[in-house]
């Protein structure tokens, strides 16, 4: 095989010359819903690696990468910038074919404009070429504190993780726009030399997956589950689940997982002590680390709930304006039963376990020697003590969430603590430990919320006066902008609300024509009005119960109502999982094709919630939330 990078290609041992990549190869020129793999981009834009030795194998994954990112100088006061000692451009360019219009610059100088200096300018480099991203680091999908990781550096270590970047074309066309020149040659040689270097990939032991998915993305892995698939069966089989990853999954050892302890930060209940000097007052970090033996200890409690990644069906907005992120279509959602620990009562072995700590008791306890809240007295009892904490701590806002991955998310204090609200400490998935795919070996499930707030990899829980900080609590990930915004420069996104509790939703996963209009052997008529079923899914997030399913075949002109089947007969209010529907009998319309017929189908909540007709109305840039009429072309014959 022969790797492309910087200013020459070279085999095992054999180099021959080439010429600077300009933008036009770094850019090919491919159609808006074209994608292609990480090793196709390599290829064509920069190299591929080819040495590649053991993955992370341990629960430090995350830090692992940010200490490859680091040796190979992207990271702000990296090595490669340490060793590019000249300050200015040299008059020598890289070669001959060197741009007239455009400078060649020095490490040096890229790292001078890290968005600390006077101007507060922020370069990268990324294949040879310099850009300017200062103007683009609001509208990053994944949030301005990932991409300032790489200010003035280079791209390379960073997307060897984060190779979602290969997905699709759109990163490179922004990046067209974004060029201000191009690297010296010699700095871009100490760039492919320590990528070279990079022994491990963190993608190498990724789980086993069913073959059955369909897979937008695999490093990181993003799969939904068919439309033919999706509707089979009410409990989502695990292999069949529809998985959603930012970062590599992480590995850990039996070691590792027999070491696990979950950090339980419950600081801001503590009594405020005079800090020494001044005078001020002080809360001392009052921090618990739960085993895994421990958690299971406590009462088991099972939660069937629906989990939908905030973009499901993003392609449908696309199909209105191009929008950033993976384009999923209705597959991106699928029901579990989840086991594990209420959150409340692993607050509460925390908070005895602290207990004992000041003590000076320092055994490990479980459930069999503390309170829970099986045995703190009725109901009623319960809620009066949730409302003393509350009136105690006004401040106590937000429940936080850390992953062993490094991502932050929290939810509002009054879902957490709610006993209505469901929120457990997961750690089976359908009867069976969770698999590392899906956040072993403990996730949160958050019922009726986004997923993305349903952590997997959980690695500590706090108590706070905030909600978490981050990327994807409180950056541009998972708010939804209004249609007119496509600059996040353009508002401020500090007050605007992140995805928590969802909308309403359905979906259409069956169409045929009914058995009567079949036997007739008539051919279907552009136009013409014909009989067909049809059945599907409906799902509100808050636990609002569906009421009502609409199906329509000829654009809303009429409508026939589905009957709730699967689901119907959930909790008032705590309708975690979604609705099977379906329709013996809906008129459609015949389409200009002689073969097919549109559906259409809108779902009615609790609240008496309906999905829009469109999405025009409802389009984002980060393409999230569209819950408009879900609409299907469908063959029928």
Known sequence: MIFLRHGRSFTAGK??????????VLLPALSSGSSFSPSTTYRRHQYRHHNQGAAFQNANLFSAAASVIAASGALLGGSLICQCEANVAPETPMNE???????????AQVSKNDGKGTDNRVWMTYGGCVYDVTDFIANHPGGSEKISLAAGGSIEPHWHLYRQHFASDLPLQLMEKMLIGYLHSDDQEKVDDAMEQLANDPYEHEPSRSSLLKVHGDTPMNA???MDILGREYITPVDMFYIRHHHPVPLLSEKEVEDFRLDVDLTILSKATPASGNGDEKKQKQTAKLSLAQIKSLPKVEVTTTLQCSGNRRSGFNDFRRTSGTPWGQGAISTAKWGGARLVDVLMLASDQLADDEKGSKPEKDATSTSTSNDKGSLLQTLQNLQTILDEHPNLQHLRFESIDGMLASIDILKALSPFGDVIIAYDMNDEPLPRDHGYPLRVIVPGYAAVRNVKWLSKLELAEEQAEGAWQRGLNYKVLPPSVVDANEVDLDKMPGLAEVSTFSGITNVRRVDEDVGEEKKMVPGETVMVKASGWAWA?????IVRVDITGNNGKSWSNGNLAQGSNQPYGRAWAWVFWECPAV??????????????????DLAFNSQPASSDGMWNVRGLANNSWFRLRHRVV
Request: glycine residues 10%.
């Open 15 to 24: 180099t021959i010359s080439t010429h600077r990549p300009a933008a036009s």
């Open 224 to 226: 939904e589950v068919p």
């Open 587 to 604: 008129p459609a319309v015949v389409g200009e094709d002689g073969i097919s017929v549109e559906l259409s189908c809108k779902a009615v």
């Open 97 to 107: 074919e060197n741009d007239a219009e455009l400078p060649t610059y020095t490490m």
């Open 541 to 545: 997030g808050g636990g609002r119960n």
